[in-house]
Structure formats: C-alpha cells, structure tokens
C-alpha cells in the first residue's frame, strides 16, 4: 500500500533559536514557541510534479512566520507576482491574497520522501529520503474560504485541527459515558438541537496553500509518478475515499510516513464541490496530503488524486466530530494556476470525471432521497419518509416538541429542494419509551414526487453489517445542502423477548441527524430512525461514533394499522410503558435488565 502513495510526502519546517521572531499563531501542530524556542513544525504534502520537484502543502504551517498582512493580486494588479522559478499566471475575476518568501520570517524547509522497497532493504536506518526545498507562494482557496465562511461561522464555535477545547468550561475527551435529554435520570443525550445561526466571516489559515520546489533532487524524485487528477464535480455522498498523510512528522515519520485511512463522502459544497467533507479520520500533521479516489470503472484500479487534507474537524462547541474537510484538487490548482504557470503552458491539467458506481451507491441515493429536513422554530432535525402517498414522515419526540409553539416544516430535497407545511399526527412524549413522532404533510398535491425508504426485517439485524447513517446532521436549514452520509458496521442489536429494542451503530452521529436513517448498506432497507448518541456528563463532550436507533420492526406494524384505518391513537402502543425497555434507553443497569436483554445478532 505504502508504494502506492509515493507521490505523498511529509513537509518539515524549522526555524534556529539565533533569529528574530515573534510567535503569534495557533494552526501548528506543535505547541506555541518563543523568542527564545527553535521552531519546529511538520505537515504532509503532495508531489503534484515529480520531475520539477514540485510539492503542494497545506499553508498553516508557515503561518508561524508571517510578518504583516498579505499581498493582492488581480487582473488589475500593476506588479503582478513574479518568481525565478516561474512565469507570473493568468488573470482571475477575485482577487488572491498571497504571501512570497520575503514576506515571511527566516526558516528553513525540507521535504522527506518515501523510499522505493524500503522494506527489502533491512540495512537502511530510515524509510525516506529528506531533500532541501523552498517556499514558492503561499496563497490563499478564494472558493473554500467563501465556503468554509458560510458553512462554519465562528459564532458555532468550531474547532479545527489541534485547537482542543480543554478544562475551562469547554470539553475534553476524558470522563464518563452519559447525560440526560429531559431529566436527570436520563442517560442518552438526543442529538438534532442545534438552533438557525448567522455567518460571520473570519479569516483563518485553513485556507490557505503553499506551493514548494525541491532544491536539489536526485531520480529516486525524478522517476516518481505523477499523479492522475480526478475533478471532485462527480464525487457524491458514498463515494470511498482514502486520506494519506503524516501525522506527527516532527516526532518520528518513519513510523507515521504516509500514513492512510478510509472512509466515504459525506457531503460536498460549493462550486464544483471545492469542499469535501469525508468520515475518513485524519490526525493533526496530515493537512496538506492527498485525498484519492478508487474508481470502479477501471480494471486496473489506479488511484487518482480528487483533493488534499485541509484540516481535521474536531468541534462544534461541545460536540465532538471527527470528520475531516479536503479541498478539490481542481480548485487548488485552478488558484494557483491565476498566480505561476507552475505547470507550463505545454503540459495541459487533465482530470477525469467519470465514476461507475456499484449498488451500493443506489442504495445511498434512494435513502437520501427518503430522509428530509424538520424544522421547528429555530430547532431542526431529520426525518424520514415512510408513506409517500399519505405523506407519513417519522422523527424523534424532541426535534418537534415545541411544535405547539411553532408550525413544523419539512424540506425535501428530490427531485427539487421545496419547503412543506406538516401537522404532528403524533408525539410521544418527554416520558415515552421511545423518542418518536409522527408528522403528515399538509400539501396533498405534493406527495406524489416524495421517496420512501423500505423497511427492514429482522434479518436485517445483524451484527457487523455495514450500515450507513443518512441525516442532516451539523449543517442546517440556512443551506441547501443535501442530507450528510457516515459509513459503519451495526455494533449490536438489543432485544428483548426476541424483538429488537435498541440498535447501536459505529457510524458518526452528530446535531441534526436525529430523526435520520440508519440504512443497510447491502440492500438499502431501513433499519431504523437515529434518536441518540452518548455524552460525557462531567464535560458535556459528546461521542459520535456510540450512538443509538430505534428499530423499524417496532414501528413498522403500528405503522400498517394506522395506515389501515387512519385512527392515530394506535401510536400510544409506542407510548406504553415498558419499564425494561426504558431502563435500556436510560443506560440504566438493573437486573431486570440483566435478566431480559439478549444479544442474539448474528456477525
């Protein structure tokens, strides 16, 4: 695997204790430095051109050493940026703000890249090979800060990479497993209360790219392959990405060089989706490595380059994420290209755009298609559409409790975004077993172009089974993006008296995806309506990946006679008190409990 990604390579910056400078940022890797401290920072980076010893890389790692405020550059400029490398680039309709060499304090970089069958040669004390470089640009993605701007306001309280909230009020990622959702006895905090927000624009290093040149290289650079790009315009949630990167390279990157994970889309934004966001995990030190896509229309499987790691999304005021932001790989060099000719004119960027997609992907279609967006207020969550014909839609009691208040309204996304009015037909209740409502839309007319799910049995239910969670989950009304997917396995199915109560998933669940879908991945049947994730009670920090839904065998049949009769009062059944089946639901351990719940899912 390791050869594969040779085109990936870790970034080493350094600073001597002999020179002036004032430490001012936070996006590094390492812990602040002074005056008096050697500065010494890592990321990964990219060999986009190999034979010209050109390197992409993340920005945030120089931003320890920026002086003042960054250069403009635009068609109008008058002294357009210039490098001996290079010939000044193309004009641009928005204007690039960039840093050159001079405008940065003194440091030093190096490039450490991957030796060929380092692994047959036992002699050889390191895997890699470290080559001087220099700094090109340092510019800023027009496109992703607009888009991270508007999807990530600062009064959301977000955190990237290493910025971790610590013990002044802000969470951590130590202490207990629980918290409550309507009283103190409560143990399983519901998710989906996040509230409509403004968008405050503040500016940041996240965006930002670096472009390097290896000084002084030799063929084992030379001869590396160039990697095939692939346009991020024809990526969709589903799709299997991989990230490579060297996390914590200024510790020891022969044990974390090019370092690789898995995962899938999980949603896109912006023009020609310049923002990817993927449940694929990355550490801090991976920024700037590259994001690859497998396409299934090639018997020869080669991997192409859709974006590059932008940072790693940690929080959202006290909820832990754990997913990852990527730039498209078009975008980066489409802004570069505005500044240098980095490529020459000779060697035109060629992506690829098509991917066949398996019945996996038409299974995540579908299911998109069925969930939808409930707003209530300013609080919103997800639903999922069960009956299409009489517009039945299901979510949890607490994204619609305050519908007295306020009237319900449900967005669907397909085959057009529109907003509909829905009156609740049923609401559980703060005290029910399970946390369940049911709406109905208002406008009949409609109802024909709605998509609903299938339901799953009970052999569905099995343990380890990949599954898919489909919600909108962080992202809000004030968007338009479509519902967020996760990928995962069923980590196990509680039941009680042979019938499932609870089900647990390993996909990431996060604010708003309550009400959403917990999908088959092999057959796309629904499995059931997402309703909690765990939270920690000292520090309120929340645990994405411990999450809970409520099985669709125990509303499909209560479904079916409300269907065949119309009367709404058969949904109390889901409001009749089960003491064991709400002691499960309160994580509370009693020998009632012991006694009844089996665990006979099948791996």
Known sequence: MEE??????VVHVNKPTNTNYSASSRHTTNAKSTANEPIDLSCSGVLIHPSKGLVLTSGIIFTEFVKHRPRIYSQFATKPYRHHWFEPG??????????????????KVEVGVAKRNHAKTRNSSKTFTVFDAELIVLWKCEDLAEEIQRLFPANDNWHFAEEVPGHDGKPSQRGKTTKTWDDDKHFVEPVGMSSLTKDDTVENFVSWMALLKITKMDEHVTKIRKPLLHSSSSLHQGDPLYLCGTPFGSMCPSVFLNSVSKGIVTNTSGPGNVLIITDARCMPGSEGGGVYIIPR???SRKRRLVGMIVAPLCWKANEWIGLSLACSIKSVLDSLKALVHWDGNSEPIVYEDAIMRGSHMSNIEQSMHGVVLVRVGAVWGSGVILERSEGIIVTCYHVIKNAKKNKV??????PHQQWLSAEVIFAAGPHSTYDLAFLKLQNSENKTVLHGLPSACMQHYQKGAPVYVVGHALIGPSTTMLPSVTSGVMSK???????????QSTCAV??????????????????????????????????????????????????????SNK???????LSRH????????????????RRVVEDKSKL
Not at 90 to 107: A, C, E, M, Q, V
Not at 409 to 414: K, L, N, T
Not at 493 to 503: C, D, E, F, K, N
Request: proline share 5%; with cysteine; charged share 15%.
């Open 4 to 9: 594969t990604f040779m085109d990936n390579c």
């Open 90 to 107: 193309g004009t641009t309709p928005k204007n690039i703000r960039y840093y050159s060499p001079k405008d940065l304090d003194f440091f």
């Open 297 to 299: 229309n090639e018997s």
């Open 409 to 414: 309204q449900v967005r669907v996304d397909h």
């Open 493 to 503: 199915v509680i039941t009680i008296g042979h019938q499932p109560v609870m089900l």
């Open 510 to 563: 996060h604010s708003g995806a309550s009400g959403g879908a917990l999908v088959c991945a092999n057959t796309g049947a629904l499995l059931g309506i997402i309703s909690s994730n765990s939270r920690d009670t000292d520090t309120g920090a929340s645990f994405p990946h411990v999450n809970f839904s409520i099985p669709m065998t125990v509303i499909q049949p209560v479904l079916q006679q409300y269907l």
């Open 567 to 573: 009367d709404s009062s058969v949904f109390h059944e």
């Open 578 to 593: 089960d003491s064991e089946v709400k002691a499960l639901w309160r994580l509370e351990e009693t020998s009632n409990t």
